[in-house]
């Protein structure tokens, strides 16, 4: 006779994950094979994980089964730029709306940027993220805090002790930490804790009142320019505060040739820098703006076509470390504007995926490589254990179609926010399937025609 | 350079006490045993010497001070001198008298000695090269004290019976320290192993030049620490510009019973003066009359500048002397 004491855990939910072709980025695995998980835990990985009678029946012991018909899985995607707008406009876009759409684009980790209001720059408030994050539980979601008070650029938030709560890193958002003594303290102080400082990498006093790229079509346009020297002498300028200090820096979006080429000068010196872009930076260029349209209106803003081609040449030849969607929802009022006065920045968890595939499309990137930048090696920036299938790594994949002719619709955004140039783009690629923790958190299809059985 | 007399004596050979930078282990050691003699006398009922008497000493103050300013007004009083203070609120600084006129004015009235205080490194070797009198460096800005050093040692040396083969670990703000920059130089000459406790935001350029290990996680800091020396941490620079606030300085570097117990069981506690409780220091470790020599240090300071005072009035006559180490 045997008792259960009560209360004891009920043994921990297997799937298995068949008939996939298993791409790990951090391994340089791409093969036919499996993955078997365990609650929210991969526990093995790998072409013969069971005997081959076992799954006769396609329902193997004490595990539910899962056919991926031979469709890519890779680790799930980690973004690590997206703007939440919760806590305080949760009219443009929440946590939970967000986590809808990151799991609908394969996102599985998303990282915050402080900019909320009230700003994220306080024990508390990394903590209420946090619990947010786990209440809602379709996806990771982690933040930023503020690198300095209120984003004023001025005084040192408490990095420590932030750190400490979870804070992924120190930025100032979307908008630069424009004097130099404030970014060298703060480099030199997040280095204690292995943090690193992500900057938006803008001079703005040269950015000033610029709407759109400086040079001919703003001209013509009548708008005013934002010259690419603003970024490149502000990387250029941080790159020199990393030599000294020694910290950790990370340009969030570069859009411009020579910045991409700073960079790649200082990884060669061996500085502890990274960068990532977004893809409109490699998908789209300025003429996107083409009649004053907002939806083309991004900080930094579209470049001209020389520089879209040094970001992708920069993604390919490694200097760009991840692609992050830079996703900023903003509400019709703000951007059915006037040009130089509506909102920068445009949705993108649900367009990350096969916007990047075009670059593989269009064979700039092996497949394996950008699926690193946009899992392996953002998580690897931020020291998130994410971003791998290994034995023993989180539970959390995209199983995904990378061929299949779609459309971009923005009926189909679950973003609550709809502003996006992409509407109408032709895409090859789709998500299938998306697992968080062992869970699936989003299958295509599902909610159209729920067959049940499979899945959550 | 040597300290030794031809007789073969310990002595001091110059005419000022700027700083610790550059001082022989036998020239510390000279000071400290002389600073010695007056722990006992200032015990007594009868503190009065007399081998000051007829000296005039001006301590001379451009930044505010109590406790340095009274230990050495009490250290000339006990040895008989004539002692006069002038702070820089009864200066004529206020009324736009530069650091050399003020100097020129003082040296007309031929003082003896010179206990000169000023908020800018090397503003005392200035006004040391513009007097006849012999000129002690109350502390430069952010640059030596040498007085609070030698006295740090003398607490030591009293309770550990030596300097050399001990570990001593200085925590705080060191890159605006005077006090840190003395005794690092004195501790490195007398052979003791120094380490500095600091955020990055507060470690001087170069520091690990000066002969120490740094640390920016203080329990590793004090691992395996005979002294703990604790500094001096001022309101208007953890407000966000070096540090970010008082509770995260507290959280990560300020000394409380946990993170002393990273060091030896029987490690002691200093601190110059005047403590930030609940910022650098927890007043529970402060007051903890077993480690901490906080108040014993003021008492030795009184001692070690009534050996300075005394030494450098010996010197006075003394042509051959040289300037400074």
Known sequence: MSFASPGAPTPARRVAYLNARLLDPASGMDMAGQVLTEGGRIVDVGANL???DLFRDNAPDNAEA??????????????????????????MENMASASQAAAAGGVTTMVALPNTQPVIDDVSLVEFVARRAREIGVTRIRTYAAATKGLHGKELTELGLMAETGAAGFTDGTKAIASAVVMRRALSYARMFGKIIVQHPEEPALAGEGAMNEGEIASRLGLAGIPPAAEIMMVER?????????GRYHAAHVSTGEAIDAIRKAKRQGLAVTCDTAPHYFALNETAVGDYRT???????LRDEMDRRAVVEGLAD??????????????????????????????GLETLLPLSLELVHNGHLKLLQALGALSHRPAAILGFEGGRLARGAPADFVIFDPDKPDRIEEARFRSKSKNSPFDGRPVQGAVLRTVMDGRTVFEAGAERAKRGGRGD | MTALRPGGQRHYPYRHLLGIE?????????????????????????KKGSSLRGRTIINLFFENSTRTRTSFELAGKRLGGDVINMSVSTSSIKKGETLIDTAMTLNAMHPDVLVVRHSESGAVKLLSEKVNCAVINGGDGSHEHPTQAL??????????????????????????????RSNIHLLNTMGTRVRVVAPTTLLPNSIDRFGVEVFTDMRRGLEGCD??????LQTERMKGSFVPSIREYFRFFGLDREKLAAAKPDALIMHPGPMNRGTEIDSEVADDIDRSLIQEQVEMGVAVRMACLEILAENLPDRSLRNAP
Do not use: W
Not at chain 2, 227 to 232: A, D, E, P, V
């Open chain 1, 295 to 301: 939806f083309a209106k991004v900080s930094p803003p």
């Open chain 2, 227 to 232: 002294i703990i020396m604790m500094l001096r």
């Open chain 1, 66 to 91: 899962i056919d991926c018909k031979g469709m890519c899985l890779a680790p799930g995607l980690v973004d690590m730029r997206v703007q939440l707008r919760e806590p305080g406009e949760e009219h």
């Open chain 2, 22 to 46: 550059g001082l022989s282990p036998d020239e510390i050691h000279f000071l400290l045993d002389r600073s010695e003699t007056y722990v006992e006398q200032n015990r007594r009922a009868d």
């Open chain 1, 50 to 52: 069971f005997p081959p």
């Open chain 1, 238 to 246: 941080d790159l020199r505060l990393v030599e000294l200090t020694g």
């Open chain 2, 151 to 180: 006295l740090d040692a003398l607490t030591i040396r009293r309770r550990r019976g030596r300097l050399d083969g001990l570990t001593v670990a200085i925590c705080g703000d060191i890159a605006h320290s005077r006090v840190a």
């Open chain 1, 318 to 347: 490694g200097t760009i470390d991840a692609i992050a969607s830079d996703h900023a929802p903003h509400d019709q009022e703000e951007k059915r504007l006037p040009f130089a006065q509506a909102a920068f920045g445009i949705i």
